[in-house]
C-alpha cells in the first residue's frame, strides 16, 4: 500500500524522490518493528523518563531517481492516468508537426492516409478466427485523451517489435472504405516509427525568421551563428526571410551548407533570448 501511494506521488512533500522512498522502505519497516517490540516488551527508559527520546531519522538510500518514462508507467499503474507529467511531453514540437489527427479527431473518416503521435496505452495481441494470424488491438493516447486502432495481420508482421506499450510512437494509417459514413471509423495502422527518431533523423529543423523591415543587428546574429556551431547536430538549420518583393512582399527559405545542429530546450532558449521567442521555431525538414 505505501509503495503504491509512492508511486502515485502521494509522498512527494516527505523529501527525497520516489525511487528512495521505495528503496528505504524495508529499512523503515524493520525500524518500526524494532520500536513496536520495545513498547509491547515493556522496556523503558533507564533513567525513568516518561518518553524515550526520540531517534534521529535514518538517511534515505542513494539510489538514482526513475526515469520520467518509469515514474510515469508506475504513476499510470496505480491510477489509470498520468498525474506529474505526460510522456508525449517531450515530444510536443514532434507532435504538431508531424500528427494530422488528434485522439479526439481520429475517428472522422478519411480517404487519405493520416498520421497521429500517440503513447500505446494498450497493445492487445490477438488471433483471427478466419485465417490464424495474429493481429493487434491498441489504444492510443494523447494530450486529448484516447482512442482506438487495429493492426491487421499483414502490418503486425513487420510492426510488433516496434509497437509495445508506452511507447511514444507517430502512427500513420487510413480508414477502410466500408467505414464511409461512419461516426466512429476504425483507424488502420499501417506505419509506426518511434518519435524519438524523427529528431534524430533530421527530419526536424531549426528555422530563425528574419524580417527585412526589422533585421537581426549584426551581433545577434553572430551570436546565434555561434550558438548554432555550439551544438551540433542532425537537424538543417533554416533562415525564414521576409523582405521587399516586386509586388511589395516576398519571402524565401535558406537552409545552411555549415551549420546542423542539436535541436534541444537549452539552444532554442538561447537563442529565442537572443533574437526574440517568435523569431525561433522548429519546422518539418524538407
Not at 471509423?185 to 524580417?211: C, D, H, M, T, Y
Not at 546542423?260 to 532558449?269: A, K, Q, T
Request: aromatic share 6%; proline share 6%.
Amino acid at each position: 500500500m505505501l509503495e503504491a501511494l509512492i508511486d502515485a506521488g502521494a509522498c512527494d512533500s516527505l523529501g527525497g524522490h520516489r525511487a528512495q522512498l521505495v528503496a528505504g522502505l524495508e529499512h523503515a519497516f524493520s525500524e518500526a518493528q524494532v520500536r513496536q517490540q520495545e513498547r509491547q516488551a515493556g522496556q523503558h527508559p533507564l533513567f525513568g523518563e516518561t518518553a524515550p527520546a526520540a531517534r534521529p531519522a535514518a538517511p534515505l538510500p542513494e539510489v538514482a531517481p526513475w526515469t520520467e518514462h518509469d515514474r510515469l508507467v508506475r504513476e499510470k499503474a496505480v491510477l489509470g492516468f498520468f498525474i506529474s507529467g505526460h510522456p508525449l511531453a517531450k515530444y510536443r514540437a514532434e507532435v504538431e508537426l508531424f500528427g494530422t489527427r488528434t485522439t479526439a479527431t481520429l475517428g472522422t473518416w478519411s480517404d487519405q492516409k493520416v498520421t497521429i503521435a500517440a503513447v500505446m496505452s494498450v497493445v492487445k495481441r490477438q488471433v483471427s478466427k478466419k485465417s490464424g494470424a495474429e493481429y493487434a488491438r491498441l489504444v492510443l493516447e494523447d494530450f486529448h485523451g484516447t482512442a482506438e486502432a487495429l493492426v491487421f495481420p499483414d502490418a503486425w508482421s513487420r510492426l510488433n517489435t516496434v509497437i509495445a506499450p508506452d511507447r511514444a510512437l507517430l502512427l500513420t494509417g487510413s480508414h477502410s472504405q466500408r467505414d464511409r459514413g461512419e461516426d466512429q471509423a476504425p483507424f488502420i495502422v499501417e506505419a509506426a516509427r518511434p518519435l524519438g527518431e524523427l529528431k534524430a533523423s533530421g527530419q526536424v529543423a531549426l528555422a530563425l525568421r528574419w524580417n527585412a523591415a526589422t533585421p537581426p543587428e549584426a551581433d545577434a546574429a553572430r551570436a546565434a551563428a555561434a550558438l548554432c556551431a555550439a551544438h551540433p547536430g542532425p537537424a538543417p538549420v533554416l533562415v525564414e526571410w521576409e523582405g521587399e518583393g516586386s509586388n511589395g512582399g516576398g519571402a524565401a527559405r535558406l537552409m545552411s551548407r555549415t551549420l546542423r545542429v542539436e535541436p534541444n530546450d537549452e539552444l532554442l532558449g538561447a537563442l529565442r533570448g537572443i533574437l526574440g521567442a517568435d523569431r525561433v521555431h522548429l519546422v518539418k525538414a524538407g
